[in-house]
């Protein structure tokens, strides 16, 4: 069964602080990996596609990795406007490709 | 980047009226729409997926006459919670995948019902 885990839950940062959000996940037979942020009562917008395990994305202060285990999601010199909760999704080869959803990771740059 | 619109963003209702939402892809036409479901601070819980012109396919556990789907064309979909009750209250999000694979997301819509 797929399964997506990230961490932390919650994460505060001040600005500027770099860090890094986890999502381990277990898929049979990835798809893609795919980065969303989320803001309060929006629905998630999207950030990256990965395919393969190696792959690279960068998108001005982030940058998602993927490995075959787990994909990280890099936040560098982070702002206020950053903050948000940020979902990580696997999408594998059976069923209709769906998307299966990770529980989140909220952020809050604090200035 | 491709846009999904939904409305309305936000409907309040009593007990035991039926409420339809609608997704639009705007610029682009969408081979599969998906319906999502999100309780506070929890993650996105697919309903149900839908082709145009096909009968939506529904995740176990949600029940097909209650969140009725109809997917008129490539770039509307519909969601109509029948007989809504409080439990019903939730934030909804549409998304819809385009002929290259990729999934935009709707902004969502917040039903309350009293």
């Known amino acids: 069964e797929d399964q997506v885990t990230q961490s932390p839950e919650a994460l505060r940062l001040q600005e500027g602080e770099s860090s890094s959000l986890n999502c381990s996940y277990t898929?049979?037979?990835?798809?893609?990996l795919f980065w969303y942020r989320q803001d309060p009562g929006k629905g998630p917008e999207f950030l990256f596609t990965?395919?393969?395990a190696g792959e690279e994305k960068e998108k001005e202060r982030l940058k998602a990795t993927l490995t075959k285990k787990e994909s990280f999601l890099h936040i560098t010199a982070p702002k206020p406007e950053d903050s948000a909760t940020y979902l990580c999704?696997?999408?594998?080869?059976?069923?209709?490709?769906?998307?299966?959803f990770g529980t989140g990771t909220r952020l809050t740059v604090i200035p | 980047g491709a846009v999904v619109s939904q409305h309305p963003s936000r409907v309040i209702c009593k007990s035991g009226t039926s409420v339809k939402i609608e997704c639009r892809s705007l610029d682009f036409q969408a081979t599969t729409m998906f319906w999502y479901r999100q309780f506070p601070k929890k993650s996105l819980m697919l309903m149900a997926t839908?082709?145009?012109?096909?009968?939506?396919?529904?995740e176990q556990g949600v029940e097909k006459d209650k969140f009725l789907i109809n997917h008129a064309s490539l770039t509307l979909s519909t969601l109509t919670v029948t007989s809504a009750h409080p439990e019903d209250s939730s934030f909804y999000i549409c998304s819809a995948r385009d002929f290259s694979g990729e999934q935009y997301f709707g902004p969502g819509t917040r039903l309350t019902v009293t």
């Open positions: 999704a696997v999408q594998g080869y059976t069923g209709a490709n769906n998307l299966f």
């Open positions: 839908s082709n145009e012109g096909s009968k939506a396919t529904y």
């Open positions: 898929v049979s037979g990835l798809r893609g």
């Open positions: 990965l395919y393969s």
